[in-house]
């Protein structure tokens, strides 16, 4: 079976794009592969809280910001803060100032899923370290986070998404927001479902929620989680697919 894979730096890590099956190969497929990255460079260009110039920073520093595209997202913040009892809040205390606004735990996943929208018609999936969006039957695996370069386990994923929160790479980056500080309990949390957007913030509301939001996100309908604990045990949504 044809397949290509696709890889650019973006938003500050390696994305991915594979493309399998009839047309895989083609220059519509790489137009295609194309306008995903430059969909994903034009999100970040307004949304990094890296860039001075982006919308996002521009925000928190005060100036105003008539932007469609952040009205969006604003809404969606708070409707996730409000789907996960304040366990998801994209506005962050600052020392000595006032909150400031990070929707990065929401913009990513977002990102994807209006990237792959350029991918219609084509059986693939598309990875932003580790948050993926799939189209077909694709086997994922999900990586053990006391050692990254192993797996604990791999599912069948047939057109939804996966995203997974946690400290694996990027140390203790998550905080509570109900306390303010580091959240503790969870190694990692890894959600499949429809949605990307939705299973990206349900990942880190977990995360900072800790072992009990295994209770809480075996409520949620489509949504399947497999939760590891800081000492290595794994706790599972009733759901979650047996391994492929």
């Keep these: 079976m044809t397949r290509q894979a696709f890889v650019e730096q973006i938003m500050g890590l390696p994305v991915s794009v594979h493309v399998r099956g009839p047309g895989a190969d083609s220059p519509a497929a790489a137009n295609a592969v194309a306008g995903a990255f430059a969909e994903l460079r034009a999100m970040d260009a307004v949304f990094s809280t890296y860039r001075p110039d982006s919308r996002v920073s521009a925000l928190n520093r005060g100036e105003p910001v008539d932007d469609p595209l952040v009205e969006a997202v604003l809404d969606l ?12 809040n994209a506005y962050l ?26 991918l219609e018609g084509y059986e693939c999936y598309l990875n932003a370290g580790g948050d993926m969006t799939v189209r077909g039957s694709w086997r994922v695996g999900v990586e053990d986070p006391a050692q990254p370069d192993q797996l604990l386990t791999a599912i069948e994923v047939v057109d939804g998404a ?15 927001p109900h306390t303010g500080a580091p959240a ?61």
């Design 184 to 244: 503790r309990g969870l190694r990692s949390v890894t959600v499949i479902g429809p949605s990307l957007t939705w299973a990206d913030v349900y990942a880190t509301a977990a995360a900072a929620q800790g072992p009990p939001a295994v209770t809480w996100l075996a409520t949620l309908p489509g949504y399947e989680a497999l939760l590891v604990g800081d000492d290595g045990a794994l706790l599972a949504t009733p759901g979650w697919p047996l391994p492929a």
């Design 77 to 88: 913040c708070e409707q996730a803060r409000q789907r996960t009892d304040g366990y998801f």
């Design 162 to 176: 996966v995203a997974t929160s946690g400290s694996a790479h990027r140390g203790a980056h998550i905080v509570d």
């Design 93 to 118: 205390a600052e020392p000595g100032g006032g909150p400031r606004f990070d929707p990065s735990g929401l913009v990513k996943g977002w990102a994807v899923e209006r990237a792959a929208e350029h």
